[in-house]
């Protein structure tokens, strides 16, 4: 039987066979010598014999409550981050079967986490190196572009051309700046330098940022919060973070628009809110709309690169946020912005 491969569960079979024996022996003598008040004899035995078997299913009960605590705690390191370990299973039986798999498994698990870690650095130094090397032709490329600009004053067409060429260009930038960006949040090779900044100030700071384009594009932004409101954190990252959700909502909504940017300081949270009046998001895209590059097949948005929102989600986690959306086809977008708050804690 498989069951007594364990050494300790055959001691403990042994041992309860032995007592049972040992008892039956007694028991037998007594009643053949025929010795007086044998029942009482008998019972005592029987009595001892109970507690000696007691006593063995006590002691190994006892040491595999140790082994399975063992157990636990080492699978609760592993939980808590040490790769290294290992459950002790040398020896034989069902339980030491599965602490083995226990075992492969973790190892099985190791393996696919660096074969992970080793493809997402390549990623990141491959995404890395390429928008650096991107940096230099582009630099030439807009100094042409300008050249072209100036020496051809006298002629529309190619004037039209190098206006076109100078968005596209644009563009590139935006989006090299954007992947150098997030490959080093992706890398950890950022230290956020944190500090209490007033979050009145920094959205006062992103709606001068984007007052210009607001204006010529007929749309208003609006500040909502108190003055006294502060959040821990590095304040050119949260900028980013709220200038993205920001240029997204001027990015759909329609003159005339409203963009509001609210905060509250709640009992151990700050709130930063970047709504607005525009077209709203399908229900279909929700779930999408932090992914990189995503773009919706319902957008008529053809100068987006589908990178803004995911940088923002990557800052906001890199300060310990969350980031939500809640929005309603046709009436508008809210992305709400959730900061643990230290000084409430």
């Known amino acids: 039987m498989k069951i007594l491969a364990n050494r300790k569960i055959k001691f403990l079979f042994g041992g309860i066979l032995f007592c049972i024996l040992i008892f039956l022996m007694i028991s037998a003598l007594l009643v053949t010598l025929d010795i007086r008040?044998?029942?009482?004899?008998?019972?005592?035995c029987s009595v001892c014999m109970g507690a000696a078997i007691l006593l063995l299913c006590y002691g190994y009960f006892k040491e595999q409550h140790k082994i399975m605590e063992n157990a636990i705690s080492q699978i609760t390191e592993y939980l808590s981050g040490n790769k290294d370990v290992t459950i002790e299973c040398n020896d034989e039986g069902e339980l030491y079967r599965l602490f083995h798999e226990v075992n492969s498994l973790v190892a099985i698990l190791n393996a696919h986490a660096e074969n992970e870690k080793s493809a997402k650095k390549f990623l990141r130094n491959t995404l890395?190196?390429?928008?650096?090397?991107?940096?230099?032709?582009?630099a030439a490329l807009n100094i042409y572009n300008g050249i072209i600009q100036d020496e051809a004053k006298e002629l529309p067409t190619i004037q039209e051309f190098s206006?076109?060429?100078?968005?596209e260009l644009d563009r590139i930038e935006t989006l090299v700046h954007s992947l150098l960006k997030i490959t080093k949040l992706d890398a950890g090779t950022i230290v956020l330098e944190k500090s209490l900044e007033n979050v009145s100030e920094l959205a006062e700071n992103i709606k001068k940022h984007f007052l210009f384009r607001a204006e010529q594009e007929g749309k208003e932004i609006l500040l909502s919060g108190k003055e006294e409101c502060s959040?821990?954190?590095?304040?050119?990252?949260?900028?980013?973070?709220?200038?993205?959700?920001?240029?997204?909502?001027?990015?759909?909504?329609?003159?005339?628009g409203t963009i509001c940017i609210e905060w509250r300081a709640l009992t151990s949270i700050v709130q930063i809110v970047v709504k607005d009046d525009g077209s709203g998001i399908h229900p279909e895209d929700l779930h999408h709309i932090f992914k990189r590059f995503?773009?919706?097949?319902?957008?008529?948005?053809?100068?987006?690169?589908?990178?803004?929102?995911?940088l923002t989600k990557a800052i906001v986690e890199a300060h310990n946020g969350t980031v939500e959306v809640d929005s309603t086809l046709g009436v508008g977008t809210s992305f709400i912005m959730n900061f643990l708050n230290p000084t409430k804690l």
């Open 128 to 138: 890395s190196d390429i928008s650096h090397q991107l940096k230099t032709p582009l």
């Open 163 to 167: 206006r076109l060429s100078e968005q």
């Open 294 to 310: 995503y773009r919706s097949r319902f957008s008529k948005d053809t100068q987006g690169i589908g990178l803004g929102l995911s």
């Open 37 to 44: 008040n044998a029942v009482g004899c008998i019972l005592c």
């Open 231 to 256: 959040l821990f954190c590095d304040r050119n990252w949260i900028i980013e973070a709220i200038g993205n959700l920001v240029k997204n909502a001027l990015d759909h909504t329609e003159k005339g």
